[in-house]
């Protein structure tokens, strides 16, 4: 199984940016499209972002020209770069991968645990 880790959230002000990794980790594994969800208090997980094994890139509205997801293939690790964060960005972010262990036997989806970023004066 492949395991996700996010990495850099925290807390900023808006208009403020932060950067978010997400390196996936485990044996023999090909990976091929990576998400960025996020979720707010009381409200249900949404889509951010993702990002296919060659480079291209869909963007939910809410964060389209603000937002930037990109990977990097030989450290296994997609990014998200938000800049002009706003208090409605606040929420948990979530990494998820699709991933096929080798021997190929199908493709699967993973999920990391989470990061916290809050955007607030």
């Known amino acids: 199984q492949v395991q996700l880790v996010e990495s850099g959230g925290g807390l900023v002000q808006p208009g403020g940016s932060l950067r978010l990794s997400c390196a996936a980790s485990?044996?023999?594994?090909?990976?091929?499209?990576m998400y960025w969800y996020r979720q707010a208090p009381g409200k249900q997980r949404e889509w951010v972002a993702d990002?296919?094994?060659?480079?291209?890139?869909n963007y939910a509205d809410s964060v389209k020209g603000r937002f930037t997801i990109s990977r990097d293939n030989a450290k296994n690790t997609v990014y998200l770069q938000m800049n002009s964060l706003q208090p409605e960005d606040t929420a948990v972010y979530y990494c998820s991968a699709d991933y096929e262990q080798l021997p190929a036997i199908g493709v699967r989806r993973s999920w990391g645990q989470g990061t916290q970023v809050t955007v607030s004066s």
């Open positions: 990002i296919t094994s060659g480079s291209s890139t």
């Open positions: 485990g044996s023999r594994f090909s990976l091929y499209a």
